[in-house]
């Protein structure tokens, strides 16, 4: 699967919390972020009739 950057704005509390919880995790907030963009389109996919396989 290829990658893409993107670029957004983000609150500052936001940005603390995803940094705080990406050094807990001891990974990159992009990881945080990719796997948050993951379990949101798989519930909006659920929620709008289509499978739960998670694959985006």
């Known amino acids: 699967?290829?990658?893409e950057k993107?670029?957004?704005r983000i609150d500052s509390d936001r940005k603390a919390a995803l940094?705080?919880?990406a050094a807990g995790?001891?990974?990159d907030?992009?990881?945080v972020l990719n796997e948050a963009v993951?379990?949101?389109?798989k519930d909006?996919?659920?929620a709008n009739?289509?499978?739960?396989?998670?694959?985006c």
Do not use: E
């Open 44 to 46: 909006v996919s659920v």
């Open 19 to 21: 940094d705080a919880i």
């Open 25 to 27: 995790m001891k990974r």
């Open 6 to 8: 993107i670029t957004f």
């Open 49 to 55: 009739g289509g499978d739960s396989k998670g694959d």
């Open 29 to 31: 907030p992009s990881y």
């Open 38 to 41: 993951a379990a949101y389109l």
């Open 1 to 3: 699967m290829s990658q």
